[in-house]
Nanobody
Framework: VQLQASGGGFVQPGGSLRLSCAAS????????MGWFRQAPGKEREFVAA????????YSSNSIKGRFTISRDNAKSTVYLQMNSLKPEDTAVYYC???????????????????WGQGTLVTVSS
């Protein structure tokens, strides 16, 4: 199984980026997909997640109203549209997926089975 994240880069405050994460190596029917991030010197934290059905999405309070998670099941790809970026959003962003995730565990790293390599997002003037 491989998760290939892309779309990171350098952007000024207030700008936008769209991250993508393509999954391959098996069928991902029923899998929840999520994004986490890790800033320098900090622990990896939950950003957002979306269920296979796309009916339910979850996001951390720090990004609500600015980031939107979506997925294309036909392409086994999850996206993270990031708007109104702030310097504190600077981090390596990781995508992850798992089959046994329920609503109450969506933000827990240990419930995800597979992880991508990460893509760096730098927000600075």
């Amino acid at each position: 199984v491989q998760l290939q994240a892309s779309g990171g880069g350098f952007v000024q405050p207030g700008g936008s980026l769209r991250l993508s994460c393509a999954a391959s190596g098996r069928t991902f029917v029923g899998y929840t997909m999520g994004w986490f991030r890790q800033a320098p010197g900090k622990e990896r934290e939950f950003v957002a997640a979306i269920k296979w059905s796309r009916e339910s999405t979850y996001s951390s309070n720090s990004i609500k109203g600015r980031f939107t998670i979506s997925r294309d099941n036909a392409k086994s790809t999850v996206y993270l549209q990031m708007n109104s970026l702030k310097p504190e959003d600077t981090a390596v962003y990781y995508c992850a997926t798992g089959s046994r995730i329920i609503s109450s565990t969506m933000s827990r790293r240990d419930t995800y089975d597979y992880w991508g390599q990460g893509t760096l997002v730098t927000v600075s003037s």
